[in-house]
């Protein structure tokens, strides 16, 4: 078993930064899994955001995220961190990360259903 907290979220003005990680226990050989952020708004479906292999590293992001947002790892904190630039009203979710006990590719990164572990969440709020 895997558990996921994810912490960082917040209320902050358009154009700010917010730095989001997920800390994973339990079971900790990360070696050959992908981990992925989602997130969702009231009404909306979840969405992918990013995704990185643990393994090599492979990185991939959605559209309405790419050059704004980074992914990374810390093997030492077995964490995933998700940096966020120049946030927007649009960016307002529920950010979720997720981790699936295998390696994904880029397309198979983007599907919530290939995730077999999640966490509850942290709310980000953006004002504009």
């Known amino acids: 078993q895997v558990q996921l907290v994810e912490s960082g979220g917040g209320l902050v003005q358009a154009g700010a930064s917010l730095r989001l990680s997920c800390a994973a226990s339990g079971r900790t050989v990360f070696t050959y899994y992908t981990v992925a952020w989602f997130r969702q708004a009231p009404g909306n479906e979840r969405d992918f955001v990013a995704g990185i292999r643990w393994g090599g590293g492979l990185s991939t992001y959605s559209d309405s995220v790419k050059g704004r947002f980074t992914i990374s790892k810390d093997n030492t904190k077995n964490s995933v961190d998700l940096q966020m630039n120049n946030l927007n009203a649009e960016d307002t979710a529920v950010y979720y990360c997720?981790?699936?006990?295998?390696?994904?590719?880029?397309?198979?990164?983007?599907?919530?259903?290939?995730?077999?572990?999640w966490g509850r969440g942290t709310q980000v709020t953006v004002s504009s």
């Open positions: 997720a981790l699936r006990s295998s390696r994904l590719n880029e397309f198979q990164m983007t599907g919530k259903s290939q995730y077999n572990y």
